[in-house]
Nanobody, 125 residues
Framework: QVQLVESGGGSVEVGGSLRLSCVTSGLDDSDYRVAWFRQAQGKEREAVANIVPRRFITAYANSVKGRFTISHDNAKKTIYLQMNDLKPEDTAMYYC??????????????????WGQGTQVTVSS
C-alpha cells in the first residue's frame, strides 16, 4: 500500500526558503512518479514539479522554474522540494502525490491516485 507523509511547511518572508519532505512507502519496487501539487485558497490545484527517480526525470511548472528543485533520497525513501526565493503567490497547501504508472501529462492531478495530507506554506511580504 502506498502512503505519503509531507512535512516542512511553515511561514517565511518573501525571498526566503523552505524544504518540503515527502516520506514514501510502498514505492520500493516500482517505476513510479512523485509530484508536488499546491492549492491556494479559492483556487484550483496546480502542479508544481515531478520526478521519476528510476529514470532521472524531473519537470517543473513555469511559475517555479529556477526557484524550486525536486529531488529524492532512495535510502530515506523521501522526495524533497527545495523552494528558494519564495513569493507571496507561492502561498498554498502543498501536496505530495504518487503514481505507479507514468501517465501524461504529469500536471494532471487525476493521473495520481495516491496523495498525502498536505503541508501549508505561507509567504508574507
Amino acid at each position: 500500500q502506498v502512503q505519503l507523509v509531507e512535512s516542512g511547511g511553515g511561514s517565511v518572508e518573501v525571498g526566503g526558503s523552505l524544504r518540503l519532505s515527502c516520506v514514501t512507502s510502498g514505492l520500493d519496487d516500482s517505476d513510479y512518479r512523485v509530484a508536488w501539487f499546491r492549492q491556494a485558497q479559492g483556487k484550483e490545484r496546480e502542479a508544481v514539479a515531478n520526478i521519476v527517480p528510476r529514470r532521472f526525470i524531473t519537470a517543473y511548472a513555469n511559475s517555479v522554474k529556477g526557484r524550486f528543485t525536486i529531488s529524492h533520497d532512495n535510502a530515506k525513501k523521501t522526495i524533497y522540494l527545495q523552494m528558494n526565493d519564495l513569493k507571496p503567490e507561492d502561498t498554498a497547501m502543498y501536496y505530495c502525490a504518487a503514481s505507479l504508472t507514468l501517465l501524461s501529462p504529469w500536471e494532471l492531478a487525476e493521473n495520481f491516485p495516491y496523495w498525502g495530507q498536505g503541508t501549508q506554506v505561507t509567504v508574507s511580504s
